[in-house]
């Protein structure tokens, strides 16, 4: 019982915090930005002026699967964030700015982040396999170790958090120190960033429910 009531529980999480990401977004997506500029636009003044002439602005696929890849040094924007000029395409493209601006800065979290990706990988797929194994085959020590494999998918979204807030945080600094935003428009891009690490918050909870309901269960095995 308890391990099902764990389960809605971190399902209503990570629904709630989608929901009202995807509702800001098309709100504020609703919104034109009145200095008239796209994503593409602005992403590239935000750049320019922060010396980051070098980063590429490109167009992807997929609904709100922008991000900035410092391998690469590109800010890859989704179409309509790309495109359009909106309070939520605004908001987004200097977001990822913020992360451009971190990487030439050194930004530590980043860089740490950045720094451990190959672990978390491995330790997302072995952490599994561990699990699943342990789980049909009654080996509670590979339960265990699939426990701590999930324990650093979880110090990695802890790591996370930081780094998105202070994307967002610069991003809007941006904007107002290039004034591509009037007044009127910070609380309404400030909301829609706040949205967009919410989401971050909620993959944290999430993953510690998931944790707290596989120690119960080999507590159980014990």
């Known amino acids: 019982m308890e391990?099902?009531?764990?389960?809605?529980?971190?399902?209503?999480?990570?629904?709630?915090?989608?929901?009202?990401?995807?509702?800001?977004?098309?709100?504020?997506?609703?919104?034109?930005?009145?200095?008239?500029?796209?994503?593409?636009?602005?992403?590239?003044?935000?750049?320019?002026?922060?010396?980051?002439?070098?980063?590429?602005?490109?167009?992807?696929?997929?609904?709100?699967?922008?991000h900035y890849d410092p391998r690469t040094k590109v800010v890859r924007l989704s179409s309509s964030i790309f495109a359009k000029s909106s309070i939520a395409s605004v908001s987004v493209a200097a977001h990822e700015c913020g992360h451009a601006i971190q990487d030439k800065n050194g930004y530590f979290f980043l860089r740490f982040r950045s720094s451990i990706v190959p672990f978390v990988n491995f330790s997302s797929i072995a952490g599994y396999i561990a699990i699943m194994i342990g789980l049909f085959t009654g080996a509670l020590g590979l339960?265990?170790?699939?426990?701590?494999?999930?324990?650093?998918?979880?110090?990695?979204?802890?790591?996370?958090?930081?780094v998105e807030f202070n994307a967002s945080k610069r991003g809007l600094q941006q904007l107002q120190e290039l004034k591509l935003l009037e007044k009127e428009e910070v609380s309404k891009s400030r909301g829609m960033l706040f949205a967009a690490a919410l989401t971050y918050v909620a993959s944290v909870a999430t993953t510690l429910l998931e944790i707290l309901r596989l120690i119960l269960m080999a507590r159980r095995e014990d």
């Open 143 to 162: 339960f265990w170790l699939g426990i701590i494999f999930e324990l650093v998918i979880l110090f990695f979204e802890l790591v996370t958090l930081p």
């Open 3 to 66: 391990y099902m009531i764990i389960l809605v529980i971190t399902l209503m999480i990570t629904l709630g915090a989608q929901f009202y990401l995807t509702s800001k977004y098309r709100k504020s997506e609703k919104i034109l930005s009145k200095c008239g500029l796209s994503g593409a636009e602005v992403a590239r003044k935000i750049l320019d002026h922060n010396g980051l002439e070098k980063v590429t602005v490109m167009e992807t696929g997929g609904f709100l699967s922008d």
